[in-house]
């Protein structure tokens, strides 16, 4: 009854299904059940469908123990690696017709019961890690658990996931990590001067350590490829630096070749193209990288952003929102900046780019500022 | 007239002062001066104070051309790198008493005069790398630019400027910038499971390679430090990893420990041992790390949140927060999550931790459904 369990617990109540509890901690098994999240077991239960979730160093254990403990029952679990558990699982000589492993991508930063929510999983792509073994009525279990709960069934091999979530979730984790590191013994002054691109790299750096010990060591070998493709990156980038610093100072007294225009005048040198184009290269894979990551709703190229100034008194945001639905204009998203100690924030809204026009001119009628 | 140039001009404008604008492109220069940044320059102008608002590479040329042009005017630069600005100004035999360097600590995505906002700097760090050469009234007119504009004066050396900002900017940029080139040559089944984590960690990787090339090229050495750093601890969490994949699989038919415990089983040998706790380390000094970063306005531990269900329908956001409003509740922050094709979207909502019960119990009453 952790977070993936209890969401998937209450997903599943919502629906009417009989949803029996069960953890290491009776606790936190009262208080999934106080929260409406299912039942504790009783004698004779007999699970039609059992979903293991459980840390990662466990998790091939329940699951043998679970296809032994109930010899009908279909068993399945979420832990965020595949290959090592399925492996375990045929290792011990389980019935494997029964079981096949999935791995919901969703998550939030805090966990336990009370995290737990029904519509966690919401458009959420949702891995089933298939094998040869299985019988269709394992898989028909699990598929119809995964839509039911109103995620995106996404079908791979167990190789296939853990090399993906190496790459799009634990290298990441430890990038995060040791950026965030290098922070512990900066003085008080420059980490003062952090803004949010500081903050966004380093944010899953809170990350729980315990668990991810587990993940990053039961998916040791598909993290450590894709962060050696990163060190060796990472060594040119320093090669660059070097180069760099080597170089002549910026130039004051010499006319460069355009002066004061927004372009590069001509490097002065070989090592100095050297360094520009290595360093302008890898940025520009950087920019290609990202660009293959699928948008958000509403930072979606589909949508454009209008800022609108807002008071920092209450209900303005609210008299905002009002005025934009009486001119008939959908939100589609919304933030709200507010710069520490400033009296005014800055919501940035995401509307559909033809009603753009119309809504600034709207609101700069009505007296709003419009910031962009 | 790029961001810092027209955004310094706009609040300068605000406050009736006489602003020139000058910039290398005369079309910008009119796009400005319609968006009310200032006034094109005439003959016999004799400006007290100029703000240079250039890319780094050409920094130092322009504030030794305009300490030459108006003999009489304090000068001052905006780059984020100061240390190499300086000692080209000075190595040119510039008056350096009337030339200090600054750099406000505020940005946006977007460049360009039309990403202008008066109150881009309104509570956000501005450092002034004084130097020994500096006299009064060039201190004074340039501390009072920047308390004009509602920025927080910081004082620093060049020095302590560049090595402070290679750590808190110019590092995470890399960091970003290579976790985001990892992705470039990834099957899209991989890049289709990514979620917010990765998009948090590579969103600067979209930031302008020309920019960013003149950015690490001048402030080459102090990054390279710190990029240092971070190369040695990730070739020790590489070294963990490997110890890790060389470990026995995850154990299933043996009896852990703690058998679905949420705490991780005794390590098996001394192998095991290393790496765990190498691990253990490098994340928990991630959360430490990240601990040192001064909170952003509403995700302050002064503030708790509330989660709030609202239906993707016109009007829904505005009446939760009309309704809050009506319960004598303001809110500090709020930010609204969308998950792909879901038909419900959930409000963040920060406001004081005294707040919250009375609010989850009121909203709750009238009818809302509380997600967490």
């Keep these: 009854v952790g977070l993936l369990g209890t969401s998937i617990a209450l997903g599943l109540r919502a629906r009417g299904v009989d949803v029996i509890l069960s953890d290491s901690s ?14 504790s077991a009783t004698d004779g239960d007999e699970p039609q469908l059992v979903v293991v979730c459980v840390p990662p160093d466990v998790t091939a254990f329940v699951i043998v123990r679970e296809l032994s403990a109930y ?15 399925l492996d375990a699982v045929v290792a011990a000589g389980a019935d494997v017709t029964r079981y096949v492993g999935t791995h919901p991508l969703a998550g939030r930063e ?6 737990g929510r029904a519509d966690l999983f919401l458009g959420r792509p949702w891995v089933v890690a298939g094998h040869p073994g299985i019988s269709y009525q394992t898989a028909a279990a699990v598929d119809d658990l995964i839509l039911d ?9 167990a190789d296939e996931h853990d090399s993906s979530v190496a790459l ?10 040791l950026m965030a590191r290098q922070l512990i013994s900066a003085p008080e002054s420059a980490v003062g001067l952090a803004g949010g691109g500081l903050r966004d790299v380093t944010r899953i750096a809170a990350s729980d350590p315990g668990l991810w010990v587990q993940i990053l060591g039961a998916n040791a ?20 630096l070097e180069s760099a610093a080597a170089d002549a100072p910026v130039e004051a007294s010499g006319t460069p070749a355009t002066p004061a225009s927004s372009t590069s005048p001509a490097p002065a040198g070989s090592t100095a193209v050297a360094w520009r184009r290595m360093l302008a290269q890898t940025l520009a894979g ?3 990288g990202v660009a293959r990551i699928p948008g958000k709703h509403g930072q979606d190229k589909r949508y454009a ?6 008071d920092d008194t209450p209900g303005e945001l609210a008299r905002l929102l009002t005025e934009m639905g009486e001119e008939g204009v959908n939100l589609e998203d919304l933030r709200l900046e507010h710069s520490p100690g400033a009296q005014i924030g800055l919501a940035e809204i995401a509307v559909l780019p033809e009603a753009v026009q119309k809504l600034t001119a709207a609101l700069s009628a009505r007296g709003w500022r419009i910031a962009g």
Tied chains: 1, 2.
């Design 110 to 115: 805090k966990g336990g019961p009370m995290s």
């Design 26 to 39: 009776p606790t936190n098994v009262s208080i999934a059940i106080d929260y409406g999240a299912g039942r």
């Design 305 to 310: 952003q209008l800022v609108v100034m807002v």
């Design 286 to 288: 950087g920019n290609a």
């Design 168 to 177: 799009v979730s634990h290298a990441p984790q430890v990038v995060s990590t």
């Design 71 to 85: 010899p009908r029952a279909v068993v399945t679990d979420v832990a965020s690696v595949k290959k090592p558990v």
């Design 221 to 240: 070998a598909p993290t450590a490829a894709v962060l050696r493709g990163l060190r060796d990156d990472l060594d040119e980038v320093l090669a660059a």
């Design 149 to 157: 709960l109103g995620a995106t069934l996404v079908e791979m091999t």
